[in-house]
């Protein structure tokens, strides 16, 4: 049986760098999973947040954050993807989910296959997305 560090270990190596002519939806779906599976393990580094790698796309990272019940507002996702430039701190584009059911995560992966097309062509307008109620 596998126990739980290492499923996060063998999740953390799956996080690598993706080259986006390589990007399948199936993929990035996987690792948007396996990124989830990752924050029960990780630890708390600031109040109120988990925060793990999805993935590299080129100049991008895209992580998935947890917000924690004691810090979230009830009207906020709990989980959100946000994009980041490797060269710049600053996020580029986020999306929130609230259920991680099949919807979302296709959602979601769509979003981070858009962001890194977006990349590709140098566009990286500020814009947060948000689940459609």
């Not at 290492?6 to 999973?33: H, N, V, W």
């Not at 990124?35 to 998935?64: D, M, N, Q, S």
């Not at 296959?113 to 062509?121: K, L």
């Amino acid at each position: 049986m596998i126990s739980g560090q290492m499923l996060a270990q063998q999740s953390a190596d799956f996080c690598g760098t993706l080259p986006s002519s390589d990007l399948r939806a199936e993929e990035i779906e996987q690792r948007i999973i396996r990124a989830y599976i990752r924050l029960v393990f990780e630890a708390e580094k600031t109040i109120g947040f988990r925060t793990v790698t999805v993935t590299r796309l080129g100049p991008l990272e895209v992580r998935l954050t947890e917000m924690l019940e004691n810090n979230s507002d009830p009207s906020m996702p709990s989980l959100w993807l946000e994009v980041s430039s490797l060269q710049h701190p600053s996020p580029i584009d986020g999306y929130g989910m609230s259920d991680f059911d099949d919807s979302e995560i296709t959602a979601a992966a769509e979003f981070i296959i858009e962001a890194a097309r977006s990349a590709e062509s140098q566009d990286f307008s500020l814009r947060f997305s948000r689940k459609s109620e």
